[in-house]
């Protein structure tokens, strides 16, 4: 829906750009993604640019932290690679607020895909 939120878990900065210039460009009021996860480094601000402004967007450490100060996301979209897409995505999925969850990887086990579907 235009209002719909996200929170995207992993540096993607140029897909995180490229959704707020689709957000823009469909005249949304605010940007799809509210916040990033990266676990690697301490709670910062990244900028990116809403049409020729430029936005900071917050980024945390942790899902929990993100889940608690993003509270009108309701889309976890999982950028982290093969090898912890798991167990990134069933930590999101314990929190209520999440009602769709988008993984963006590939060579994910079988059977790791088998439980979270």
Not at 38 to 64: C, Q, S
Not at 66 to 81: L, W
Request: hydrophobic residues 40%; glycine residues 4%.
């Amino acid at each position: 829906t235009p209002e719909t939120r996200a929170i995207v878990y992993g540096m993607q900065m140029r897909a995180v750009q490229g959704m707020l210039d689709f957000d823009y460009m469909c005249k949304r009021k605010k940007p799809s993604v509210e916040s990033m996860v990266f676990p690697f480094a301490g709670n910062h601000l990244v900028k990116f640019y809403w049409g020729t402004e430029e936005i900071l967007m917050p980024v945390y450490t942790t899902t929990k932290q993100a889940v608690e100060k993003s509270p009108e996301a309701s889309v976890f979209i999982n950028f982290a690679s093969f090898r912890s897409v798991y167990e990134t995505s069933m930590e999101a999925m314990q929190y209520p607020s999440i009602k769709t969850l988008a993984i963006i990887a590939e060579g994910v086990p079988e059977q790791q895909t088998r439980e979270l579907i």
